[in-house]
């Protein structure tokens, strides 16, 4: 009898055990790497320098860091020299639930003077320089077969016509800004320089289909003979490579923890604050009568149930005091904490064109990838049926 007990207590250790371990890998951290181009797509070429064996060199050592970190797990959309759909690298992102997707590329210029690191996320921007880099990117799809019919008409060669096509994705766009700039922070760490002053929205084909958080970086130009050379070397792909591991590392850590990922469920203590913090201090109102105050009341009331437009300017983890000196000198700032993310918003208003008025002199501020966003009665609403 005793020896039974002894064998049914070992059998409910080991499940247990093969429990636990299930469990434990089933809240790892994902990471999807796609290293860009590959096979007969090069991506750019200059000197001997090839985008795409770059790109691969170094997705394959961010992801060895990545794989050597606890609770952390890496798939690739190629580990060899092999042509993937645009659109496939996305699925392959998808099937495997990925908490992140992060695209690698080479920048490339006519102007072989131009240097620096970019760093972009999934957005319908119209700015020139921006359209440009995603229609480079995106002219890819012309190497795929049916890409007409694949790509639901899309031209590559007018990457505004995304626009049109899709709404932009702003559940993950939080997140994306939070990722590029972590990305951004390691690369000025290395003395690298950073173009256009942050982090750039822009409709990448490649980014457009990831059901997560997503950026896709372009290292540096290898059209710059002492930038391209360096990149061409094991030291210069060992130095990015590092930067970026230690970026997703970071943004792990400050949205899941250290150990296993958390699972947020939806929750009225995690929706945007009714009342978002400000900058400024509402004065003590006189008393009034009952009557007055039920008549203020019915005012107020009415007043909320009005949709209002704010320009959300950042995402982050730290909590900025509200003064215009740390929002480029903007000020009527507010702030809500949602998911362990504090989003700083810039104005409110419910007249949409002084909201577009508040979007540009946000951009005028150096807030490139800052949009619109709505709330009716607190809570946040879709923009889109808002406008309509």
Do not use: W
Not at 75 to 82: F, I, P, Q, S
Not at 93 to 117: K, P, Q
Not at 160 to 186: P, R
Request: aromatic fraction near 8%; hydrophobic fraction near 35%; glycine fraction near 6%.
């Amino acid at each position: 009898m005793r020896s039974t007990s002894k064998i049914k207590i070992i059998v409910t250790f080991i499940l247990i055990l093969i429990s636990l371990a299930g469990y434990s890998q089933s809240n790892n951290f994902k990471v999807t790497l796609d290293a860009g181009h590959g096979a007969h797509d090069y991506g750019a070429v200059y000197e001997g320098r090839i985008e795409k064996n770059i790109a691969l060199a170094v997705v394959l050592k961010v992801g060895k860091i990545l794989a050597a970190t606890p609770q952390m797990e890496v798939n690739y959309t190629r580990k060899t020299d092999v042509f993937i759909d645009l659109i496939e690298r996305a699925n392959i992102a998808n099937r495997f639930n990925a908490n992140i997707f992060v695209s690698i590329h080479c920048n490339a210029n006519r102007n072989t003077a131009a240097d620096g690191t970019e760093t972009y996320v999934m957005g319908l921007s119209k700015v020139a320089s921006n359209l440009e880099a995603a229609k480079k990117e995106n002219s890819v799809i012309t190497l795929e077969k049916d890409y007409k019919q694949k790509y639901e008409g899309f031209d590559p060669n007018s990457p505004e016509t995304m626009i049109g096509m899709t709404l932009m994705q702003e559940e993950y766009l939080d997140n994306s800004i939070s990722l590029a700039s972590k990305v951004e922070d390691a690369f000025e760490d290395l003395g690298k320089k950073i173009r256009g002053g942050g982090v750039k929205q822009a409709p990448f084909m490649v980014l457009h289909k990831a059901y997560m958080p997503r950026v896709l970086i372009e290292m540096g130009f290898i059209s710059n003979t002492l930038e391209g050379n360096k990149l061409n070397t094991e030291e210069g792909q060992d130095e990015i490579a590092k930067a970026i591991a230690d970026a997703v590392i970071s943004y792990k850590k400050e949205y899941y923890g250290s150990g296993e990922v958390e699972i947020f469920e939806e929750r009225p203590s995690q929706k945007i604050n009714e009342k978002p913090l400000r900058d400024t201090v509402t004065p003590a109102k006189p008393k009034m009568s009952s009557q007055s105050a039920e008549s203020a009341q019915t005012k107020k009331m009415a007043e909320n149930s009005k949709p209002v437009f704010k320009v959300q300017l950042s995402a982050s983890s730290k909590r900025l005091e509200l003064l215009p000196k740390n929002f480029n000198g903007l000020k009527n700032i507010s702030v809500s904490y949602e998911n362990r993310v504090y989003k700083y918003m810039y104005g409110e208003t419910a007249d949409y064109d002084e909201a577009k008025n508040q979007l540009k002199e946000a951009k005028e501020k150096g807030y490139n990838s800052a949009f619109l966003i709505a709330f009716k009665n607190g809570s946040k609403v879709n923009i889109q049926d808002v406008i309509k």
